[in-house]
Nanobody
Framework: QVQLIESGGGLVQAGGSLRLSCAAS????????MGWFRQAPGKEREFVAG????????NYADSVKGRFTISRDNAKNTVYLQMNSLKPEDTAVYYC???????????????????WGQGTQVTVSS
């Protein structure tokens, strides 16, 4: 289990960009698959993007494909989510999550992840 801290959220105008960061502590970070999830008020937590331990394999929710990019820098123990062309419907609390695994899951279920950050608010105005 690793400790995760998100940062980079804020208020941005529609069409703008934000870059979220997730700083991790722990020597086993490189063996973790990482994911970004988000949760809007009154809605369930949903998968946004995921990345393998190597950073080569990625997966995105259909709603963010072509706009968001997930990446990781294992040397810095950090995962990033570059969000471009933001829309008001992207407004949510964004969470970073980790799971020790060498393969990407078929289904990105929040309950399968054992490490979570505190969340960072992203608000997109129209």
């Amino acid at each position: 289990q690793v400790q995760l801290i998100e940062s980079g959220g804020g208020l941005v105008q529609a069409g703008g960009s934000l870059r979220l960061s997730c700083a991790a502590s722990g020597r086993t970070f490189s063996s973790y698959i990482m994911g970004w999830f988000r949760q809007a008020p009154g809605k369930e937590r949903e998968f946004v993007a995921g990345i393998s331990w190597s950073g080569v394999d990625t997966n995105y929710a259909d709603s963010v494909k072509g706009r968001f990019t997930i990446s990781r820098d294992n040397a810095k123990n950090t995962v990033y989510l570059q969000m471009n062309s933001l829309k008001p419907e992207d407004t949510a609390v964004y969470y970073c999550a980790g799971k020790r695994s060498f393969t990407l899951p078929n289904m990105w279920n929040p309950t399968d992840f054992d490490s979570w950050g505190q969340g960072t608010q992203v608000t997109v105005s129209s």
